[in-house]
């Protein structure tokens, strides 16, 4: 079975200060990995996912993740962050050949000037 | 750019009377998906749909629950006799089979409140 726990809620950072939420996992076969961003009224926007292969993924808007097996973790960040990015961010887990997404309750992330 | 709508935003309803949110997923896609989230909760997944039938479920889509796809376009959701912990976010997706089958476009949401 698969779980995803992200640490933190709510983040707030700086304009241009270094964007770090985490996401944690658990699956008892390889995983398929994903962030979403959701932005206010709006649907899930697909941020960047791993499936196999290279371990650091870029995705839109200059965010990126590394996939570490050996801490289960799958952490996003982004080095310099902008206010058009203060949304809610939900990492999700599927199972390598199954379609449904596992979520985690989601970090909103806040942009101060 | 093609996107999944859903209609209505925001649907109020009685407890115990019957709901349909309505989907349209992007055009050439052939997996059809659920999900729901309570005010405060992880998003969840409900079903998922493919060839016109049920592909998978969770413990959550249960006989209150029934998935259509009625015609070429439309993909519904209903719940025949709601509670009050029906009320959630309610987003659909879809997903293509010629490419990574796992990512999935998602809708903007129902906002389903059971008074």
């Known amino acids: 079975a698969q779980s995803v726990t992200q640490l933190g809620s709510h983040v707030s950072v700086s304009e241009g200060a270094l964007v770090l939420l985490r996401c944690n996992y658990s699956s008892s076969v390889p995983p398929y990995l994903f962030w979403y961003v959701q932005y206010p009224n709006q649907g899930l926007q697909l941020l960047l996912k791993?499936?196999?292969?290279?371990?650091l993924v870029k995705g839109i808007n200059g965010f990126e993740a590394e996939f570490k097996k050996s801490e289960t973790s799958f952490h996003l960040t982004k080095p310099s962050a902008h206010m058009s990015d203060a949304a809610e961010y939900f990492c999700?887990?599927?199972?390598?050949?199954?379609?449904?997404?596992?979520f985690g309750t989601g970090t909103r992330l806040t942009v101060i000037p | 750019e093609p996107e999944v709508t859903q209609t209505p935003s925001h649907q109020v309803t009685q407890m115990g009377q019957e709901v349909i949110l309505r989907c349209v997923p992007i055009s050439n896609h052939l997996y059809f998906y659920w999900y729901r989230q309570i005010l405060g909760q992880k998003v969840e997944f409900l079903v998922s749909f493919y060839n016109n039938e049920i592909s998978e479920k969770s413990e959550i889509f249960d006989d209150q629950f029934s998935v259509e796809r009625p015609d070429g376009s439309n993909f519904t959701l209903k719940i025949r006799s709601t509670k009050l912990e029906d009320s959630a976010m309610y987003f659909c997706?879809?997903?293509?089979?010629?490419?990574?089958?796992?990512?999935?476009?998602f809708g903007p949401g129902t906002r389903l409140t059971v008074l």
């Open positions: 791993y499936t196999t292969g290279a371990t």
């Open positions: 997706a879809s997903s293509g089979i010629y490419e990574f089958y796992n990512e999935q476009f």
């Open positions: 999700a887990v599927s199972e390598t050949g199954a379609n449904n997404l596992f």
